[in-house]
Every structure is written in C-alpha cells, then in structure tokens.
C-alpha cells in the first residue's frame, strides 16, 4: 500500500498469505467459509470469545489475586494472541470483551451448569467439550 512490496516485513507476510492458500485448497476450507476473509474474521471472534472466558475463569478464582491478562495489544512473532493486528487494526470482538472483562464492576459469579471445586470428584458426565 505504501510502495515497499520488497520490504523484508512485506516478503515475510507476502509468502505466509500463499501458504495459507495453499493449505486453504488442500483442506477444501473453501467449503466452509465463503473467503479467507472469513475465515479469519471468525477465527478472530472466537479469540475474543476464549479470553473472555480465561478472565472469568481467572477472575472467579479466588486464589488469584488482582487482574491480569494473558494476551498482548499487537500480535507478535506471527502467533496472532494479539487484540490487534501487526498493522495496529483492532481485531473483531476485541473492543467488546477488552470493555467488560476490564469494566470497574463485574459479576463474577461464574454460574456455568459445570462447577469445579477444590478436593472434588470430577465424573465424565459433567465433562464438556469445549472447542
């Protein structure tokens, strides 16, 4: 966009993109999402949706202290945990959980059908798959 297509950074990002599509047509994910624009779009949103769910986990814990959070405002290193994207662009469902997991009031009652206490049995039947 800015004229510097043989930049090391712009080659780098250049050669994952048509990886990616190649892995695209060899697992015909084509099928599921219309472009690869939605592909990550989704993906992006299910980000959010998982640290959402790690800060209440965190936050209902009372052995934790304080608040913490177990991602980076930019994606670095090419492993995508970030909030934003490299290029500083806010990925989607981002803005919405980083507002209510760091709101000043939260209810963290943690009400899921599955509660897990200390010294407690766990049967499989109270096992959910969460993927």
Known sequence: ????????????????????????ERLKLWQCWARPEDYFRESHLNLSKLIRDDYNAWAANPAIIGSFSSTQIIDAWFHGCGA?????????????????IFSPLRFCLFAEPDNIYCFTAVRKSNWRRIC
């Open 84 to 100: 934003t994207t490299p290029f500083r662009k806010m990925k989607p469902g981002m803005t919405d959980t980083y507002t209510d």
């Open 1 to 24: 966009m800015i004229g510097k297509s043989e930049a090391a950074d712009a080659k780098l990002y250049r050669d994952k993109y048509e990886r990616f599509l190649t892995e695209w």
